[in-house]
């Protein structure tokens, strides 16, 4: 398998960008690339981000390649609570040196795509702008496997009673995507905040370098959750769960459905394809336990701890 993450870097995309780390190490998936896009932070913050943090875990070589900026974007305030001033809990990253990028991020997709055909599975863990954006120019990709972070199926979304924070940046590209695409399978609110990281876990990572980074951003993450959501109890594993769920689908409870998109962020299902061919599906539920001890198991392993530590 070939993975692309499509990310707005902020804590949690930082989380997924380990996890999908941790599968090319172990040789489960080979991670192609990152492609930039914005939300939690604007593409560049977001860009620099992922290219720091691939630095920290050993992998610099692999591509970081900007996507498309949203015109007049400004970040949302619950966005900037939750991830801090650059998206990482205001912790401070090593430096990264500058990549030489000659294509964007859409052409790369395209090309991505035309090179490895269904083997490739894009994770757009923000706003899906730059794969609608792709699918246009390019209408062989609508097959290509997707599977996205975001929306809200059965509960209500975190940044209206209808909307999830990716959707509603963007809420035209989501339901070109669930209209378009004939594989996509999207993993949103419904079962996210039901996988939750506390202190206790984020304690277990301290000791090394990179796991104490990792640490003081996810506790930064769980305080502000505390403020926002405390009935979780942490924070929700939002962005990793839809790398594992690409790598095992089988974590999760799927509800096969057509899908749109309504311009206020509502994803629901698309009442005009109730009787055609199903080409999405919705989590609802998820193996909470085996997520979380499989996360920690890899963290433990990226972040130099021996099993005896956790």
């Given amino acids: 398998m070939k993975l692309i ?3 707005d870097t902020g804590i949690d995309d930082a989380l997924a960008l380990a996890y999908a780390i941790s599968a090319h190490e172990r040789g489960e998936a080979e991670l192609l690339a990152v492609t930039g896009t914005y939300g939690n932070v604007d593409v560049e ?5 992922s290219r720091a943090l691939l630095e920290l875990l050993g992998h610099p070589e692999i591509p970081v390649i900007p996507g498309p900026q949203k015109p007049g974007f400004e970040v949302l305030e619950i966005s900037s609570f939750i991830h801090g001033s650059n998206g990482v809990g205001n912790v401070a990253l090593p430096a990264a040196p500058e990549q030489t990028i000659t294509t964007d991020a859409v052409d790369f997709l395209i090309e991505a795509y035309r090179t490895h055909g269904a083997d490739l599975t ?5 706003p899906s702008t730059t794969i609608a954006a792709a699918m246009r120019e390019a209408p062989e990709l609508a097959d290509a496997p997707v599977v996205f972070m975001g929306g809200a199926l059965t509960v209500p979304g975190n940044v209206t009673p209808l909307a999830e924070a990716n959707v509603i940046q963007d809420p ?4 070109f995507l669930l209209r378009t695409g004939t594989n996509v399978s999207m993993v949103g609110l419904d079962v996210t905040t ?10 277990q990572w301290r000791g090394t370098l990179v796991g104490d980074i990792y640490a003081d951003m996810f506790d930064y993450y769980i305080d502000a959750y505390a403020q926002s959501e405390p009935e979780l109890g942490g924070c929700g594993l939002h962005d990793p769960l839809a790398v594992a769920t690409a790598l095992t689908p089988s974590l999760i409870d799927w509800l096969p459905i057509n899908m749109m998109c309504t311009h206020e962020g509502r994803t629901t299902g698309d009442p005009a394809r109730f009787h055609t061919e199903v080409t999405s599906r919705a989590a609802v539920g998820v193996d909470i336990d085996r997520f979380v001890d499989d996360l920690m198991a890899r ?6 701890k021996s099993s005896a530590d956790l």
Avoid: S, Y
Wanted: charged share 20%; no cysteine; hydrophobic share 45%.
């Fill in 5 to 7: 993450l499509d990310l």
């Fill in 45 to 49: 913050q977001g860009v620099a981000n």
């Fill in 122 to 126: 894009i994770i757009p863990t923000g």
């Fill in 172 to 175: 035209a590209a989501t339901d």
């Fill in 194 to 203: 039901r996988t939750v990281l506390t202190k206790k876990h984020t304690a």
């Fill in 299 to 304: 963290m433990a392993e990226l972040f130099g």
